[in-house]
């Protein structure tokens, strides 16, 4: 009997595969890891004929010193996440990778388009337990990595639940940006036959390497796996819970599609150039009483007094429509207590509940009134980007006055002037 | 010099234009009503001749009683937004209509399709302004007219901002339904050259004589003026500020495509039918302790205790992912509180921030942690829609354990077994 670890010969009624078979948890399958670094799951039953031809060192992940010297180097920071985890067939509970090294196992084609200098791992934890420190710590060794002469470009790994978050706070945090910036992920854990690992670190690679000097997030296109977005890290979110092409560009179309192969077709030419004379500066700082409010027809506006309570600095209000909520006309006015919030001295801003679309205070008396009592439209501006960009702009010893002035000033791509057609549901 | 209410013969570079003059708040700008009911816009500069022909009378719109008797019946109910308002061209604010029968002056068409038998109108408001006794009141006046032989349907007129959580409260609070429900919309106002209202009305009035027995959403289906999708009223949002076809159907496809002939092309087969001598049962209440609250990194889990104090009832929390917030991993454990709340006698129910998909709190020890506090998990109900059921359930005097279970029984299509493909950015 052929076992976890053998390198086997397997013949189908449909094809014949070679590869190394891994420990599979569904005893009516065989999984098997191809050379071409996928995994597939294939029926038992199904099976005609199968042969050992050897055994693998499946310990014997491919070493940093076996890099190959001639490749532009990068380096990675490995933070947890379905794509740093691998399930322990044992227990059947997902475990981290005891060695970094073993993400470059699942993409070994990564190998031969970079060079990996350096892998640091300031954690490994599930993205939904990060917290705003989390940012911060990342942005402290993006920047120590993007300074260093050897890297071309880093390659951030992470969860998916809050990679977009990330990828906001990264766009604000690293100031005068040099080189390239990938985040990147897995939906499916490394050791499942339909990882989405290998498209995604591989394209990442690629994508480390080229001229756009952004805050990038890197991921499927499509539910297929035959290429990669690379999009703006303000303009991105996570739109479905479990597919893998979840991250979608919002409010402005991918700034490239990246194939397998390198091919870089450039979507949008919006964006900054690699500038490697330029040394990148952190600005990492975060608020912590910031909250982030979505409206609901029948909410008490009463929520805000907890608020005011609490001393927090700054609300993003995920209003409907063009911003808007219940004022004067309801019997459940919302104004009373916005301006209460606001002569306390709290920063309240706009953003869309509907998530795609541009804000717009001046076509109704409903958005007229509540501007007029001080809240601040933030335009196309992602309701959590909003939030990021409160928290960071309030961890400054800014004016009030200078803050708001910044919430509406285009940092790091995340207002947009003019939306493409195209971009929705795109 | 002709004025506003002349009906004219227009010569332009491109084209001969007959309609009425309307007035035009761009003087650069002429404003005509074509006879097919569209108004547009036509740059003075492009004009060759003008022609007055006659006088319109613009006060007099179609009347009821001019209506064609051998068509089927329906009734509509105006409840205000945009739909129903129009520019003062005087003073440059928008105004509600005068009389009801002004909407119909949009969509003269309508009157070929439908015998308009009614129009109620409970009150003309913003639909960002409304609250759950304003479905209350409107789902008490559908029923009324829906259990009225003359009306094979009925058409709603609401403004866009809320008009998903109408369409939610009106699914479950219509029992037994036994027409068609229409739930009908403009981003334009009416007297825009480019209002949407016509498109939709048509299209709604041929919906409301289908087969359909279901509450729906009918509007633009893309940003041109040709069709029109009818969404159930459970499986819908809005997700874009200003574009017409703003209205996307969420985890599942549209029932059905409706051209402005008429042509109903059913997409998706599940829906109910039709069933005239079944009669319609209001169940019209809702909870007002209810919480719709969407978690994000760094937010302090302390907003719970407010909940509490306050004696909230139900908590919709917009979860990340597959259902996950940060836990005991965390530097911001949700746990404590969330069990604390639901010891308190708070139902707490997870809904998908990512919009589309579904949940499944078994992949990951983040959403068995969660689970196991006791946390419900809605599968693929959209947030807004969790929120509507809740506080319509809690409105009943059913014991916690029932509405446990009926907040994970389908009963008006908001939980869907098996997503389509090709639902995702529909």
Known sequence: ???????????????????????????????????????????????????????????????????????????LIVTGGTISSRLDYKTGAVKWLSKPEELLAVAPGMLNIVNVKKIEVPFLIGSENMVPKNWIKIAKIAAKLLNKKENKGIIITHGTDTLHYTAAALSFMLKNLNKTVI??????????????????LTCSAHASLSDIAEVMLVGHATSQDNYCFAMRGTKVRKMHTSRRDTFRPINELPIAKIDEQGKINIINKEFKRRDEKKRVQVDATFSDK???????????????????????????????GLGHLATSESEMNWLPLIKKAINKGIIICAAPQTIYGRLDPYVYSTGREIQASGVIYLEDMLPEVAYVKLGWLLGHRYSKEKIKELMLKNIAGELNKKISEKAFLY
Chains 1, 2 share one sequence.
């Open 290 to 320: 910031i909250a982030l409010l979505k409206y609901y027809p029948g909410a008490d506006p009463d929520i805000l007094n907890y608020y005011i309570n609490k001393r927090y600095k700054g609300i993003i209000v995920e209003m409907l």
């Open 1 to 75: 009997m052929a076992k976890a670890g053998d390198i086997v010969k397997i013949k189908t009624i449909k094809e014949e595969l070679k590869g190394t078979l891994l420990p599979s948890l569904d005893p009516s399958l065989l999984l098997l890891k191809l050379e071409s670094g996928y995994n597939i799951g294939i029926s038992k039953k199904e099976v005609q004929q199968l042969r050992v031809e050897g055994k693998a060192k499946l310990e014997a992940f491919p070493s940093l010193k076996a890099k190959q010297k001639n490749l532009p180097g990068i380096s």
């Open 183 to 200: 985040l990147t992920y897995s939906q499916r854990s490394l050791d499942r036959g339909s990882s989405d690992a290998l498209l995604n």
